[in-house]
């Protein structure tokens, strides 16, 4: 059974740091990753999705990673801003019904 | 362009009342999925449907049914509501089952 995993749980911060997230996921059966972010009280947001087939997916300030064969994934948030706290959630594209498996979360508050 | 919307944000109910959460999306998408968000336990995917006409089962089925009589819009009820349900209640879309997904900003129900 595909579960997925999200280290830390929560994570300060101070701005302009650089900060990795990571994400793990058990059967490398995927067909995709996503990153999402979710604002208090928000809807999800989705941040980056990478193929199977990929490595990385960079989107302004953000880099995601996959590396299948180990199940991880990481995203890199470059000179961190108080705007980017929030709670970034991870989720893998898997089995046959392809639905997403989601992990639980690592909360980011960026402090100024 | 709304994207995905959801109605009411926010509901009351008494254990045993019933209600109907409705989500609407103005991207043509065929798939749009139902999901309840839960401290300590991630997002769970309740119903689905790959398309007009169809329905599906998720993770957490139970107590829940859903119609999908037009593309635009997916229907969540609950016939007889119990304080278990209370959560917030997240409506997705997705043109294809492994592409991302545009989330609602939520319905926060509380069963008393």
């Known amino acids: ?112 | 362009n709304a994207g995905v919307t959801q109605t009411p944000k926010f509901r009351v109910l008494k254990t045993g009342q019933s209600m109907t959460l409705l989500c609407a999306q103005d991207m043509n998408h065929e798939y749009m999925y139902w999901y309840r968000q839960d401290p300590g336990m991630g997002l769970r995917l309740i119903h689905y449907s790959v398309g007009e006409g169809t329905t599906a089962k998720g993770e957490v089925p139970d107590g829940y049914n859903v119609s999908r009589l037009k593309k635009q819009n997916f229907l969540l009820g609950l016939e007889s509501a119990a304080p278990s349900q209370t959560s917030v209640y997240f409506c997705a879309s997705s043109s294809g089952s492994s592409d991302t997904q545009y989330f609602g900003p939520g319905t926060r129900l509380t069963v008393l």
């Open chain 1, 1 to 112: 059974k595909q579960e997925v995993t999200q280290i830390p749980a929560a994570l300060s911060v101070p701005e302009g740091e650089n900060l990795v997230l990571n994400c793990s996921f058990t059967d490398s059966a995927i067909y995709n990753l996503q990153w999402f972010r979710q604002d208090p009280g928000k809807g999800l947001t989705s941040l980056l999705l990478i193929q199977s087939s990929q490595r990385e997916q960079t989107s302004g300030r953000l880099n995601a990673s996959l590396d299948k064969s180990s199940g991880r994934s990481t995203l890199y948030i470059a000179a961190s801003q108080p705007g980017d706290s929030a709670t970034y959630l991870c989720a893998v594209n898997a089995g046959n019904n392809r639905k997403l498996i989601w992990g639980l979360g690592t909360s980011l508050a960026v402090n100024p």
